[in-house]
């Protein structure tokens, strides 16, 4: 299926290869994450045969987060990155901030934080990446990973992640994007259209959550069109770097 030049320039947009009115995504992402959100860190292991954790410590790395800084993770309900945050600034610096719009993920995140003893130090928020419950200037710096494909206006969240930041404030956003790898991009499909969804029905008992993703990670803007898409709202300084030839890709921009 032939993707739309502007896919938000309608009252339709993708859910996957799927077209939907666009007041329908939201719901259905929903119902995404609510069916795999107790097996979600565990199929992010299994599918990414742990690679992830090294595309997050790649993220970390890059921000170089310090102590007293102000930092929210938009989309990171289960605290994956929120926890590797921490464990980087120490115990003693200001409390990191989870926003999600799923309250299944949260609470599956806060499960993992009792289980690890993290009793301080987390602030969790239901939130929506289009409509941050935050004031303007809020934070230091904005991180999102594997989430800000699945909302529905990508402009919309990038400009929310402006305009919660301060002035010299940074976006680092981790994502699924284009391989630049020839032979394996090929390689790359055939895993993700037909390992993928076998492993999420097997493990996750959910099939089509799982070709959603790669459904999903086709749909999204390869790595130029989403550096263009965040100078357009407002960053500066924008850039990328490619993880495992493309499979992932982190893109940075700075508030001025």
Not at 104 to 111: K, N
Request: hydrophobic fraction near 40%; include cysteine; charge should be negative.
């Amino acid at each position: 299926m032939a993707e739309r030049t502007n896919p938000e320039s309608s009252q339709t947009t993708h859910f996957g290869f799927r077209t939907v009115a666009e007041d329908e995504k939201q719901g259905l992402v929903r119902g995404v994450f609510d069916a795999v959100a107790p097996k979600y860190d565990l199929m992010n292991d299994l599918m990414s045969a742990g690679i992830h954790r090294l595309w997050k410590a790649a993220m970390i790395d890059w921000l170089a987060p310090r102590a007293g800084q102000q930092i929210v993770d938009v989309a990171g309900g289960t605290g994956d990155i929120a926890f590797r945050l921490r464990e980087r600034m120490g115990e003693s610096s200001e409390p990191v901030t989870i926003c999600d719009i799923n309250a299944e993920m949260l609470g599956a995140g806060r499960d993992r934080a009792l289980d690890g003893g993290r009793l301080e130090g987390i602030h969790w928020v239901c939130g929506n990446a289009e409509a941050l419950p935050f004031p303007d200037m809020s934070f230091d710096a904005y991180t999102i990973a594997f989430g800000l494909r699945n909302v529905t206006h990508i402009d919309t969240a990038l400009a929310e992640a402006r305009r919660v930041l301060k002035p010299g404030g940074r976006m680092l956003c981790l994502e699924f994007s284009k391989v630049v790898v020839p032979v394996l991009d090929g390689l790359y499909d055939t895993y993700s259209f037909r390992v993928l969804p076998w492993l999420g029905g097997l493990v996750a008992g959910d099939r089509e959550a799982y070709l959603y993703l790669a459904e999903s990670i086709r749909r999204f803007p390869a790595q130029k069109e989403l550096e263009a898409r965040m100078t357009t709202a407002g960053f500066h300084h924008v850039k990328h770097r490619n993880l495992s030839g493309g499979i992932a890709a982190i893109h940075s921009g700075w508030r001025i």
